[in-house]
């Protein structure tokens, strides 16, 4: 089961989209490459209410999955690039956020069908 939610974000070139799994609750997100020479990397940064989650990403890594969420809650996620220039580090500000609206409840979990019964001999 996918609920797919795909926004896209744009500020610096960034742009994303996250695809929402109901049966593990986690969500992938993707963005395009920023073009700069002192890239470091991205971090993105995921929220519901004053809770913030930060998750660094390599350069090399455009895609990021988030794992665990929480039932019946609104994330916002948003992008930085990280630029690294000698012992200088610069942070973007903030990509155009994404939400994602987890379902109300877990799904019920996929169980193999009954056995049949009354299984018997009825003839020669």
Known sequence: MKK???LL???L???AKAQFMAVTNT???SWNAVVDPNLAGYQLFYW???LT???SVPQSQLSVRVLNLNWASTYTLAVKTVAQQGTNTLVS???APVTLITPQAPPPPLLPPAPPTGL???GP
């Open 4 to 6: 797919l939610a795909c």
């Open 120 to 122: 018997r001999i009825i």
């Open 27 to 29: 969500a992938t997100l």
């Open 53 to 55: 989650n930060a998750v």
């Open 13 to 15: 070139g960034v742009s």
């Open 93 to 95: 500000s903030f990509s």
């Open 9 to 11: 974000l744009c500020v």
């Open 48 to 50: 519901t209410g004053i």
